[in-house]
């Protein structure tokens, strides 16, 4: 079985890295279950169901061969006229990034619109967005803790080369860290 967070290549031909990415789908647009991979099987794990009357606004998931400064593979938020079902793979295009503090950790939210739908062709950068979309995500992590009494800061959406050095740095830190060995689910 192919473990979707080492084994799948970040890269793909049209839109090259950093302005585009592959993403792991964890969780679909519309759905109010948290799905996350266990690091150690790459199997999707149920992890709750929200607490809150709130649904993902967008699909969720991660860019693969990435580490994140929270330790998980860097989140990727990717905007599509569908739902996209858990562990699919797709391409994405980035637009911007969207800044978090979640327990005191800084959790980077990367996002992006599927590459190849005609309905987001058009959105190059987070500010052509409706910017109703960005309320409404913004509140959705604002709000999807705090029946669990745990607390997120949610910044403002930030421009996409500022999510382009955010994925590098992340990608370089995997890169150091499955060198060393210290890579869950790999075998040494």
């Known amino acids: ?3 979707p967070w080492h084994e799948v290549t970040p890269a793909f031909e049209e839109v090259p890295l950093p302005e585009g990415c592959r993403a792991i789908i964890e969780i679909p647009k519309g759905s109010s279950n948290k ?8 199997m999707l794990r ?6 809150s009357a709130v649904y993902y606004p967008a699909n969720y998931g991660f860019v693969p061969q990435t580490l994140a400064e929270d330790d998980d593979p860097l989140d990727i938020l990717v905007f599509s006229a569908e739902k996209i079902e858990p562990m699919c793979i797709c391409d994405a295009r980035i637009v911007g990034l969207m800044t978090m503090v979640d327990e005191g950790q800084p959790d980077h939210k990367v996002i992006a619109v599927l590459s190849n739908d005609p309905e987001y062709a058009d959105y ?3 500010s052509s967005f409706p910017k109703h979309t ?6 959705f992590f604002e709000d999807y803790k705090t029946l669990e009494n745990k607390g997120v800061e949610v910044d403002e959406i930030l421009p996409a080369e500022v999510a382009h050095a955010i994925l590098e740095d992340s990608l370089d830190r995997y890169a150091r860290q499955r060198r060393i060995g210290g890579m869950k689910g790999l075998v040494m």
């Open 124 to 126: 190059t950068k987070a």
């Open 1 to 3: 079985m192919v473990h």
């Open 46 to 51: 149920l992890d709750r169901v929200l607490s």
């Open 134 to 139: 960005f309320r409404m995500l913004k509140r």
């Open 35 to 42: 799905y996350e991979l266990d690091k150690g099987s790459g």
